[in-house]
């Protein structure tokens, strides 16, 4: 009797294995591989920050106004191509000839790119890098925000050179109200306006304390675009 239900037993466990019966004795089909999933994905927006190097407006940084706490000798340009020439492919330059405590440069959107050196350090987007000042240190300054209004006073040490400005795009014609290269050393003296936007100063000039407050905005006879491309040039051939 126990070799027959053995027999049955063993009987019972290879049909089950051999699929008998009728049974579907096709093999398992294999696993499927799951299709991966393309993303797209979108490239961040320019950094609100500038470091060294040619950046294209638009897609490697944005327009606006940027601030930066040079060293001496930093470069900036801003550029209309990428050909290298200076008469064809710059908008703007400038040389920062001393440790100025702050420089503001204005980049326009239509402007193709901005080239700048490491001597600039970084530009920050919309973030002065001092707050309001009592008086007025080698650098370009906001009027109003960070200077007041009014008449100031320096003890130049000689070659000191300023400028009022009404933009900070780094152009003599469309950004400089007026401004005056002082050769000699001695005391000068300059009225800076609550309708102007800026004001640059080397540190040639000293420090400027501020003497008298500018209470009327009076209107000013303006120089001639001569005169003050004669007196940046006597300024930047200092500085060389």
């Not at 000798?73 to 000839?97: H, M, P, Q």
Request: aromatic share 10%; with cysteine.
């Amino acid at each position: 009797m126990k070799r027959v239900l053995s027999i049955f037993l063993l009987t019972l466990l290879t049909c089950y294995i051999s699929g008998c019966g009728g049974g579907d004795s096709s093999s398992p089909s294999s696993p499927t591989t799951p299709t991966a999933t393309t993303t797209t994905s979108t490239p961040p927006p320019p950094p609100n920050s500038i470091g060294p190097g040619t950046h294209r407006v638009g897609s490697d940084i944005e327009s606006g106004r940027y601030f930066s706490d040079p060293d001496s000798g930093c470069y900036w340009e801003r550029l209309k191509g990428f050909g290298g020439s200076v008469s064809t492919d710059v908008i703007a330059n400038e040389f920062v000839g001393f440790d100025a405590m702050q420089w503001i440069v204005q980049i326009a959107p239509s402007d193709a790119g901005f080239k700048t050196d490491e001597d600039c350090g970084r530009w920050y987007k919309e973030n002065p890098r001092h707050g309001e000042q009592s008086d007025i240190h080698g650098g370009v300054w906001l009027v109003g925000r960070q200077v007041a209004a009014g008449t100031y006073e320096a003890n130049s040490t000689g070659s000191c050179y300023w400028e009022r400005l009404r933009g900070f795009g780094g152009t003599v014609s469309e950004d400089v109200i007026s401004n005056d290269f002082v050769g000699n050393p001695g005391r000068v003296i300059v009225t800076i306006r609550s309708g102007d936007l800026g004001f640059m100063t080397d540190e040639d000039c000293g420090v400027w304390s501020r003497v008298a407050a500018q209470t009327v905005n009076e209107d000013a006879v303006e120089q001639t675009e001569e005169e003050k491309a004669v007196n940046r040039e006597a300024y930047r051939q200092n500085k060389r």
